[in-house]
């Protein structure tokens, strides 16, 4: 129960100066916190660090330490000498951003630059405009690095149940070492999955960044231009704009439908020769198109695709090789191509074993349902596509994992003791 106002006034009084017990984060002010990564969950949680915790938060915190301290099980434990008056108050944070990307890419429109509907430098922040200190104000804001983060080291300290963590070394690739900090929050994110297959990494490309996209672009109406010229033999015409999509999950689709509108709507009228000659190939392993969605509909967007002009879908067929002008599928048939875009699934980020974390058998860092990775004494934390859970791989889940961090550092202060409920996410 919320304590009255008498009682808080009491506390206040006679027993806030006397506190010992510490939040095992709360070692000195500010908190260093450093985040890593520049994506979806790293950016939210420097947004929501950036802008301090709200006044219901630390009203919150407040109420929740003094009725903590109210309860008998813990008066005992928590009421001794010592500390200072300003104990309940909440922790400041200076955060440090470390990225090998200096902006936050918005991924869900990253398919429409690719054909002009979106210009790139709106799907893109830089982090050190929108985060970074406002000039006046040197306290607010985040200091942003731009390195690949390699190594973690814990600092340890003796304990009673053994080697504390008492803080985390983090080395990077341009800069060996940015320091020790009190906290470090790892959200670098998955990367694109070749499943092995030859030639992928080389001749394919994927969607995940603006030289990705700007990258189809050039290739879209380079193709146009050659497939409009018709000095060419008809058979290379074609080859010059049959494009292949590998994956058929939410980002593919996208993309395709994206393009097949750009190609109807804008192309067939600057390129009225090359435009009935577009061959686009959406490529599927499985039997059926957005596999994580309902089969339903799954077979609305596959019935809804071939009815286009100039579309088609394979399903139970995956590609054996890609070589630089075709591709060649499980079903032994070759296709010329002179774009294969690769959305074929995501898998772990390597580095997050080399920066010492512990990670599942396909190589996702552990972590508990505090989001906090094991053995670091809860220092670490991991969210986002990096970070083995259950929970989908999307930006929905990175940005509550991260906002969800944010509340938890942003509640410290020297005297709570407890940590907040478990992480939960909710679907929207
Ligand atoms: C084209 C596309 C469309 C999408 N559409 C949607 C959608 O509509 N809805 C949805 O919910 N999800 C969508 N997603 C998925 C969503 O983007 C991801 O789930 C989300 O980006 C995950 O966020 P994250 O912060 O974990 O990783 P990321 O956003 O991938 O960020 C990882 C960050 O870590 C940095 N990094 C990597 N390694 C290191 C290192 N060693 N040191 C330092 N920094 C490092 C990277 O530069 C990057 O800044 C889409 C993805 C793509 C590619």
Not at 205 to 228: C, K, M, P, Q, Y
Not at 294 to 299: A, F
Not at 384 to 399: M, N, R, Y
């Amino acid at each position: 129960h919320p304590p009255t106002p008498k009682q808080a006034q009491s506390v206040r009084r006679s027993f806030l100066p006397k506190f010992t017990t510490m939040h095992p984060l709360a070692t000195r002010s500010p908190m260093k916190v450093a985040i890593i990564g520049s994506g979806w969950a790293s950016y939210t949680l420097g947004q929501k660090l950036r802008q301090g915790p709200t006044l219901v938060q630390r009203a919150t915190t407040w109420l929740r330490h003094v009725s903590q301290k109210l309860t008998p099980a813990s008066a005992s434990a928590d009421f001794s000498q010592g500390d200072s008056a300003r104990s309940h108050e909440v922790i400041p944070i200076s955060a440090t951003m470390i990225s090998d990307r200096n902006h936050f890419l918005f991924t869900p429109l990253l398919a429409s630059t690719c054909t002009g509907t979106v210009e790139y430098r709106n799907v893109a922040e830089s982090v050190r405009r929108t985060l970074g200190s406002p000039s006046g104000a040197p306290s607010r804001g985040l200091t942003f690095r731009l390195d690949r983060v390699q190594r973690l080291e814990p600092v340890t300290r003796d304990g009673p149940d053994g080697q504390d963590v008492v803080g985390v070394r983090v080395c990077g690739q341009e800069r060996e070492d940015h320091g020790v900090f009190d906290v470090v929050v790892v959200g670098i994110g998955a990367l694109p999955a070749f499943h092995g297959t030859p030639g992928a990494r080389e001749h394919a490309v994927t969607l995940r960044s603006i030289a990705d996209a700007r990258h189809v672009r050039r290739r879209l109406l380079a193709g146009l231009e050659t497939a409009s010229n018709e000095s060419l033999g008809l058979e290379q015409r074609k080859a010059a704009v049959s494009f292949v999509f590998v994956g058929s999950g939410p980002t593919s689709v996208e993309l395709v439908a994206e393009l097949h509108d750009f190609l109807v709507q804008d192309a067939a009228k600057v390129y009225p020769i090359a435009a009935p000659l577009v061959q686009m190939t959406l490529i599927e392993a499985s039997s059926q198109v957005l596999s994580a969605f309902s089969p339903e509909l799954g077979s609305f967007a596959k019935s809804t695709m071939v009815r286009r002009r100039g579309m088609r879908v394979l399903t139970n067929v995956h590609p054996t090789a890609v070589h630089r002008d075709t591709i060649d599928l499980s079903d032994g048939t070759t296709l010329p191509h002179s774009l294969v875009v690769w959305s074929a699934g995501v898998e772990a980020n390597p580095a997050l074993a080399s920066m010492g974390l512990r990670v599942d058998k396909a190589g996702y860092a552990e972590a508990d349902d505090h989001l906090r990775a094991p053995g670091w004494s809860g220092r670490v934390f991991v969210m986002g596509d990096c970070a083995a859970t259950s929970l989908p791989k999307t930006a929905q889940v990175a940005a509550q994992e991260a906002a969800w961090v944010a509340t938890q550092l942003q509640s410290v202060s020297a005297s709570t003791t407890t940590t907040k409920p478990p992480f939960l996410y909710r679907h929207l």
